[in-house]
């Protein structure tokens, strides 16, 4: 099925531990991104990318890393987990600028 | 700094009920306005692209409209189906980042 698929839909870390928020699009789209939700605050820009081989910085990008080297796949890494990155991760890909984003399904973490 | 209000926070409508929820914003060169839904547990799912105001797009029950200082979605006749929040997103710069509000959650009764 088309679409942005994440992996995992859930995960508790431990403080100090990293790991890697997987996304992937089959869509061929050339944009993507990564927001956190929290209550009360919206959805959050974290990073982004305008293509492979290229990503910027978000709204709130400390502690997170990005990379593209493929146009399917935009993995976001937690480097070193702490409790205020406690949210839900949403994968984000668009065909154009100005398009409408299609969002994956998301992905709740923990750190405790 | 783009800034993006919606109101109210909280609405509940007894179906049937027509009602209409804000998105103001407050940017420097709206490239685009968007209205997303989403559903608990679920990620935000498209609805419309507004570009330039006087523009209007509708889906279904769904109306949205677009001046130079908000967006307005017009739910007309609601179901419980259309429960859900409603989020709006601005977009200004390049790199398709899009900016959004905290959302309006819309409870619709029988």
């Known amino acids: 099925n088309a679409g942005v698929t994440q992996t995992p839909k859930f995960q508790v870390l431990k403080t100090g531990q990293s790991m890697t928020l997987q996304c992937a699009q089959d869509?061929?789209?050339?944009?993507m991104s990564w927001y956190r939700q929290d209550p009360g605050m919206g959805l959050r820009l974290i990073h982004y990318?305008?293509?492979?081989?290229?990503?910027d910085q978000g709204e709130v990008p400390n502690g997170y890393n990005v990379s593209r080297s493929t146009t399917e796949d935009f993995p976001l890494r937690l480097l070193s987990a702490a409790p205020s990155q406690t949210s839900v991760y949403f994968c984000?890909?668009?065909?154009?600028?100005?398009?409408?984003?299609?969002f994956g399904s998301g992905t709740r973490l923990t750190v405790v | 700094e783009d800034q993006v209000t919606q109101s109210p926070e909280a609405l509940r409508l007894q179906e049937g009920e027509s009602s209409s929820l804000n998105c103001s914003y407050t940017?420097?060169?709206?490239?685009?306005l968007f209205w997303y839904r989403q559903d608990p547990g679920k990620g935000p799912e498209f609805l419309f692209t507004?570009?330039?105001a006087g523009e209007e797009k509708e889906k279904e029950r769904l109306k949205a409209t677009l001046t130079k200082k908000e967006s307005f979605l017009h739910i007309t006749a609601p179901k419980p189906e259309d429960s859900a929040t409603y989020l709006c997103?601005?977009?200004?710069?390049?790199?398709?980042?899009?900016?959004f509000g905290t959302g309006t959650q819309l409870k619709v009764e029988l």
């Open positions: 984000a890909s668009s065909l154009e600028q100005g398009h409408g984003y299609t």
């Open positions: 869509m061929n789209h050339e944009y």
């Open positions: 990318s305008v293509g492979a081989g290229i990503t």
């Open positions: 940017v420097s060169g709206l490239r685009g």
């Open positions: 507004l570009y330039s």
């Open positions: 997103a601005v977009l200004t710069g390049g790199g398709n980042k899009l900016t």
